[in-house]
Nanobody, 115 residues
Framework: QVRLVESGGGLVQPGGSLRLSCATSGISFYVYTMAWYRQAPGKERESVAT???????NYADSVKGRFTISTDNAKNTVYLQMNDLNPEDTAIYYCNAAFVGLPYWGQGTQVTVSS
């Protein structure tokens, strides 16, 4: 059974940092492309960062140079390091695992950037 559980969200001031974690079970990072998505109030869910089984990463233009996606195979965990956060980064952040068929989603973790 596939399970994705996000953690690490919270309230942070502009310019601050957070590291999101996605603990996984039932999948392999050697097979699945992992991703972080986010959805702000009133907006559609958007892709933030992806990492392929070959460790190729891709980022939305809005987060390039500030966010870093990574995986730890030993811990079965995907991370999103977020630096220099700004209010426009406020959203619910979701972990995603995709291979073939329907993707898997976590329940999301709230990130709020505010002074």
């Amino acid at each position: 059974q596939v399970r994705l559980v996000e953690s690490g969200g919270g309230l942070v001031q502009p310019g601050g940092s957070l590291r999101l974690s996605c603990a996984t079970s039932g999948i392999s990072f050697y097979v699945y492309t992992m991703a972080w998505y986010r959805q702000a109030p009133g907006k559609e869910r958007e892709s933030v960062a992806t990492i392929t089984p070959g460790s190729t990463t891709n980022y939305a233009d809005s987060v390039k140079g500030r966010f870093t996606i990574s995986t730890d195979n030993a811990k079965n965990t995907v991370y999103l390091q977020m630096n220099d956060l700004n209010p426009e980064d406020t959203a619910i952040y979701y972990c995603n695992a995709a291979f073939v068929g329907l993707p898997y989603w976590g329940q999301g973790t709230q990130v709020t950037v505010s002074s």
